[in-house]
Structure formats: structure tokens, C-alpha cells
């Protein structure tokens, strides 16, 4: 059985031979996310490149870094060791090395956005400071566990909003890049407003680049303003590594579950991220807790789950994508129907009704497939929010569409070859169902087309037999 669930999975250019990123696709990988912040021109490229040559149905990610502050380089290039009660200064000096005396952050205006009794967490957490004194140039702070600091190291300031502009010269670069390789997504990093959306989507329409942006929430500013940011996204990502840090850990569950909801509401896909089989970086089997915490996601009604080190450094990169794809087929066939998102309506949308309808229908009646036409994905993707059991078939008039689709729960795309016709395309789908006996000719399927050619919309439904559905194909006029 073909899993529902889509698969993220992180490659680095360190580790991406095509053998490799083979493996990891034929294991059940949907898109390759590619981190930024962790790799050069050159890198981006090799992995693209190797990418496209296993199959261009796999569709590429690219993560931006965001409005990040991090500790400047050390003095000496070594690791400030700190121990519980001791006092340092701290400063907002991006050019000034960090002392054991002074240690020095990214951000300009740290020391004016920082308040007094305020926390600052150095590393993803390993390291806690408690902002004790505040001076306009400096701050004082105590340290509250043993630990070490070191150079260019994560910063977080749990709760405090810092006006730091949604995207670094760096992410500018880089998205250069993303326009010139043609990548497929844009992740951006800590959005906060939809006005940290608008900034990317003007440098991409200045690129002339249609990629698709996916917002990151990683901090409580972004799950506060969640749902101005779905008005202005492609979709999102529940990144729950920075979450865990600026959000009190007992809080992000309810939060993971929040969001998955609002996003499956809009029917915008949703992504689960941030050591979901951990372990798997170094052992060939994960925890029973990782197990759990897969099949939750996916119980919630996730539509793409992600590894991140699993696969781009560990020892069991493929590996960790089977046992992915294993936890999604045996949830997806035990769902428990009380975990259903009711999904609101959208007044007067055809296209929703539409999608709705052939959801229940295939429900009630014995639909194996539901087959839709997707010129701009819009009607797979309300199909992917219905979150029907049967398989879903968009077929599609551009490879750029059809990897879009890589993040929708349950859709399986139909890349229609340069000069194929609408009646083709249709007709190489059935059959090739037919062929791998995915569908026998007497299955009912239900289709959701358009009356008025490529790009009229969706506007109607039919439930039909498969060996019914290729004679009225055959008088199909393109």
C-alpha cells in the first residue's frame, strides 16, 4: 500500500551521491530540503544537480536563515567555558569578537530590545544567561548552568520581539540562487507577521520567481499571528527545534496540534519537523517515544513529516526513511475517525464543494481513486484537506505543479510530457493504473474536471467505472 503522508528529507552536500538520494526517493522521499545555513553556491548546486538527475518529480526546499542573532567567532577560535553564578557582559558588536569576559551577538540592538530579568539561551539551549543588569551599552548577565560558549552559536531571547529585518543579506543571496536552479519552495525562518512574508515575496517576484513560500513558526510571535500568516503562504512548517526553546516544552504538542488544524482549515500543507527519529542519526533503530511521535503527527492530520540530520549526516539516512514510510501506512489504515478536522466551507467555492462532495462519496461508496485535474493544484490540494482515505490522482500540465504537490496529503501527481493533451493524459493514467493493478477497468473512480478547457476550473463530479471513464475520454476535444 502507498503511503498518504509526504516525506521531507534534508540532504546535504556533503552526503549526496545519486546512489544515495536514489535510495532515499525509491524509500518513499518526496521533496529534498536543502538548509542554507550550512552551505555554500557551490553546494546548492551539486545538490540540485544530482537531484534532477534521479527524477524530476522530486521537488526541492530551500531553507532561508531568517532573523537569527548569533554569538560573534571567539577571540581565540576556542569553546568560553562558563560555570553556574558567574557574571559576563554581553553586547550587540557583530565586528567584535567574543572574550571571556565580553561575549558579543550578531544583532546591533540587543542590548535596547533585551529586558531586565530577561533570559538568553545560547547554543539551542545548552547554555542559560539571566539578564541581571542593563546599561545602554551593555547588559550583565548571570550564568545559570555549567556550560560553554562558543563562536557563531544560535541565540534565542524566549519572549522578547526583536526588530531584526525578516531577511539577511545572506537569504538574498540565496534566494538568487533558488530563482536560478529552480527551486520549488522557499522555507523562510522565524516569521513572525505576514509582513516578514511580504519581504521575501518581493524579492521573488523582483527574481521573477515562482517558488512557493512555506513559513517556519519557530517562535511565539509567529503561532500568535498564525492566521494572518496563512493569508499570505503557500504553507507551513511546525519547526519545532527553535519552538522547544523560545516556547515552554510542555506547551508545543498542543501547539504542533493547533497548527496542523488551522492549517488543514485553510488547506494550506502542513509540514512536522525537527528530530522526529533522532536517534536514527546513529543507531539503525529509533526510540519507541520517536515511533509515537511520527504516528502522532499523522494522527493529527499532518501532510509531510521531515528529517533533518537523519538524512543529511547520519549513518541510517535511508533507513530512517523506511521506517517513516512503515509508521505512515499503519496509521494511515488505522485512523481513528474521532481525530477528523472538520474543515470549514468557503462560501460560494465550487471548487471546495466540489472537493468535499467526492471526499464523503468516496467515503460511502466504493471509490478507489478520486481523479482531478490540476492546472494550478488548487483542487488537489482542497482534496488533500478532506483528507480522504482513497488515493489521489492531479493530473497535471507542468512539472512545476506537480512537485508543488509533493506536500499534499494523499495526492499523487501526473506529469503530462511536452504537447500531451488533457484526453492523453487521462487516458495514460488510467491505464497505467490499470497496468500496475492499482485499478481494475470495473473500480468506480470519482473525477472532478472542467467543462471549459485547461485553466476554466473545476466544475463538476463524476462517479464512473474506470473502463467508462477512458470511452468518455476518448471524446474528450482539447
Do not use: W
Not at 542519526?281 to 509515537?292: M, S
Not at 501527481?413 to 493504473?433: A, F, V
Amino acid at each position: 500500500m502507498k503511503k498518504l503522508t509526504k516525506i521531507v528529507a534534508t540532504v546535504s552536500d556533503m552526503k549526496c551521491d545519486p546512489d544515495y538520494v536514489k535510495g532515499l526517493y525509491k524509500a518513499g522521499v518526496n521533496v529534498v530540503r536543502l538548509n542554507t545555513a550550512h552551505m555554500d553556491y557551490e553546494g546548492l548546486c551539486r545538490v540540485v544537480s544530482t537531484v534532477r538527475s534521479v527524477s524530476d518529480k522530486i521537488a526541492l526546499l530551500v531553507d532561508t536563515k531568517g532573523p537569527e542573532i548569533r554569538t560573534t567567532p571567539t577571540e581565540d577560535g576556542n569553546k568560553i567555558l562558563v560555570a553556574k553564578g558567574d557574571t559576563l557582559l554581553m553586547k550587540g558588536e557583530p565586528e567584535t569578537k567574543s572574550t571571556e569576559k565580553c561575549v558579543c551577538v550578531s544583532y546591533a540592538n540587543f542590548v535596547k530590545d533585551m529586558p531586565l530579568d530577561g533570559d538568553v539561551l545560547i547554543d539551542d539551549g545548552e547554555t542559560a544567561l539571566k539578564v541581571i543588569e542593563k546599561h545602554d551599552d551593555h547588559l550583565v548577565v548571570r550564568v545559570e548552568n555549567d556550560g560553554e560558549i562558543g563562536g557563531k552559536k544560535s541565540v534565542n531571547v524566549p519572549g522578547v520581539r526583536i526588530s531584526l529585518p525578516s531577511l539577511t543579506e545572506k537569504d538574498i543571496t540565496f534566494l538568487g540562487y533558488a530563482a536560478e536552479q529552480g527551486i520549488d519552495f522557499i522555507a523562510h525562518s522565524f516569521v513572525r507577521n505576514s509582513t516578514d512574508v511580504a519581504d521575501v515575496q518581493a524579492e521573488l517576484d523582483r527574481l521573477e520567481c515562482p517558488a512557493k513560500i512555506i513559513a517556519k513558526i519557530e517562535n511565539q510571535e509567529g503561532v500568535e499571528n498564525i492566521d494572518e500568516i496563512l493569508g499570505c503562504v503557500y504553507g507551513v512548517m511546525v519547526a519545532r527545534g527553535d519552538m522547544g526553546i523560545e516556547i515552554a516544552q510542555e506547551k508545543i504538542p498542543g501547539i504542533q496540534r493547533q497548527l496542523i488544524r488551522k492549517c488543514v482549515d485553510a488547506k494550506k500543507p502542513v509540514i512536522v519537523a525537527t528530530q522526529m527519529l533522532h536517534t536514527m542519526i546513529k543507531n539503525p533503530r529509533p526510540t519507541r517515544a520517536e515511533v509515537t511521535d511520527v504516528a502522532n503527527a499523522i494522527y493529527y492530520r499532518t501532510d509531510a513529516i521531515m528529517l533533518s540530520g537523519e538524512t543529511a549526516y547520519g549513518d541510517y539516512g535511508i533507513e530512517a526513511v523506511n521506517t517513516m514510510s512503515s509508521i505512515a501506512r499503519e496509521v494511515e489504515a488505522a485512523k481513528d475517525n474521532r481525530n477528523d478536522i472538520p474543515v470549514a466551507q468557503p462560501k460560494n467555492s465550487v471548487t471546495s464543494y466540489l472537493a468535499d462532495t467526492a471526499i464523503k462519496a468516496s467515503k460511502e461508496l466504493d471509490i478507489k481513486a478520486v481523479i482531478t485535474d490540476s492546472f494550478t493544484g488548487r483542487t488537489a490540494r482542497y482534496l488533500a484537506a478532506f483528507r480522504g482515505e482513497a488515493p489521489v490522482y492531479g493530473l497535471c500540465y507542468n512539472d512545476r505543479v506537480a512537485r508543488e504537490l509533493s506536500l499534499s496529503y494523499g495526492v499523487s501527481p501526473r506529469m503530462m510530457e511536452d504537447g500531451t493533451s488533457k484526453k492523453e493524459i487521462l487516458i495514460k493514467t488510467l491505464n497505467k493504473l490499470v497496468k500496475k493493478d492499482v485499478l481494475s477497468t470495473q473500480d468506480l473512480v470519482a473525477y472532478l474536471g472542467g467543462s471549459f478547457g485547461i485553466g476554466g476550473g473545476t466544475s463538476f463530479l463524476e462517479i464512473i467505472t474506470v473502463e467508462n471513464l477512458l470511452k468518455k475520454a476518448e471524446t474528450i476535444v482539447d
